[in-house]
T-cell receptor, first 114, second 113 residues
Framework: AQKVTQAQTEISVVEKEDVTLDCVYE???????LFWYKQPPSGELVFLIR??????QNEISGRYSWNFQKSTSSFNFTITASQVVDSAVYFC???????????FGKGTRLHILP | EAQVTQNPRYLITVTGKKLTVTCSQN?????MSWYRQDPGLGLRQIYY???????DKGDVPEGYKVSRKEKRNFPLILESPSPNQTSLYFC????????????FGSGTRLTVV
């Protein structure tokens, strides 16, 4: 069975600190996709990144970076020099290739304190 | 503007009164999906559709129906709503497997009393 675990329910850091959100997944499929979404206080869901199972390259986008490690089934998300606007709930998700079933983690609520 | 449109945004209804939440996308996406979001449980997939007339169950399909008669629309039907279906619902669409994730609608907050 597929599963996504975000063990950190809630994190608070002071502005400008770096913070890492953990995501661990389980699947027996060899082809799959991993995603991160952001849900700010306004409630919409914003796509951040997609990574397929064949591509273990880490990615950096501005202050955001993602570390995908198949060996540990993890897809962690780091925000560098955090800002108050980063305050949101962040979801990690796993999508199969054979169908369109998507499993979301329960989310990590991130508070960036000024 | 490319978007997924859900209606209504807010709905309060009574137990047992059939309702439909509409979802429409203007991006010619093949894949569409419904989710419910509950505190502490994250998002859970209700149903998904990989093409017209093709639908399949997600993790929590009980009490819901969907249809995909045309590519752009994917309505969610609650034939006999119950209070445990009080939730925030999201519709989403995607061009194909492996593309950049889903585009989500703005959500429908449903309260069943």
């Amino acid at each position: 069975a597929q599963k996504v675990t975000q063990a950190q329910t809630e994190i608070s850091v002071v502005e400008k600190e770096d913070v890492t959100l953990d995501c661990v997944y389980e699947t027996r499929d060899t082809t799959y996709y991993l995603f991160w979404y952001k849900q700010p206080p306004s409630g919409e869901l914003v796509f951040l990144i997609r990574r397929n199972s064949f591509d273990e390259q880490n990615e950096i986008s501005g202050r955001y970076s993602w570390n995908f490690q198949k060996s540990t089934s993890s897809f962690n998300f780091t925000i560098t020099a955090s800002q108050v606007v980063d305050s949101a709930v962040y979801f990690c998700a796993l999508r199969m290739n054979r169908d369109d079933k998507i499993i979301f983690g329960k989310g990590t609520r991130l508070h960036i304190l000024p | 503007e490319a978007q997924v449109t859900q209606n209504p945004r807010y709905l309060i209804t009574v137990t047992g009164k059939k309702l439909t939440v509409t979802c429409s996308q203007n991006m010619n996406h093949e894949y569409m999906s419904w989710y419910r979001q509950d505190p502490g449980l994250g998002l859970r997939q209700i149903y998904y559709s990989m093409n017209v007339e093709v639908t399949d169950k997600g993790d929590v399909p009980e009490g819901y129906k969907v249809s995909r008669k045309e590519k752009r629309n994917f309505p969610l039907i609650l034939e006999s709503p119950s209070p445990n279906q009080t939730s925030l619902y999201f519709c989403a669409s995607s061009l194909s497997l492996g593309t950049n994730g889903y585009t989500f609608g703005s959500g429908t907050r449903l309260t069943v009393v």
